[in-house]
């Protein structure tokens, strides 16, 4: 059965850097492609960043873009999502999912999620 587990989040400074990951068992990125998404209390749960199984193709939103990165150890079937500047306003719990080979950013197109992991981020 597809399972994943995110580790990593914790309490940081604003301007600090945190490394997520994400750990699948039950599947391989040969054939899924895997997310990034955040909620934070009271807001909607938002896509980030996603990899793609067919190429290793990124993307990103245009409010994490050139501050977070997305990457993937095939090995060891997990995909890392580095987090630079970070600011108050990425205070989240944070959750990878995954879907068959192709990239999104739609919550609803994922078929599995992982418990998520809290990120704070003090001024």
């Known amino acids: 059965q597809v399972q994943l587990v995110e580790s990593g989040g914790g309490l940081v400074q604003s301007g600090g850097s945190l490394r997520l990951s994400c750990v699948g068992s039950?599947?391989?990125?040969?054939?899924?492609?895997i997310g990034w998404f955040r909620q934070a209390p009271g807001k909607e749960r938002e896509g980030l960043s996603c990899?793609?199984?067919?190429?290793?193709?990124?993307d990103y939103v245009d409010s994490v873009k050139g501050r977070f990165t997305i990457s993937r150890d095939n090995a060891k079937n997990t995909v890392y999502l580095q987090m630079n500047d970070l600011k108050p306003e990425d205070t989240a719990v944070y959750y990878c999912?995954?879907?068959?080979?192709?990239?999104?950013?739609?919550?609803?197109?994922?078929?599995?999620w992982g418990q998520g992991t809290q990120v704070t981020v003090s001024s």
């Open positions: 999912a995954t879907r068959y080979y192709y990239c999104s950013h739609s919550v609803a197109s994922y078929k599995y």
């Open positions: 039950g599947f391989t990125l040969d054939y899924y492609a």
């Open positions: 990899i793609s199984s067919v190429d290793g193709s990124t």
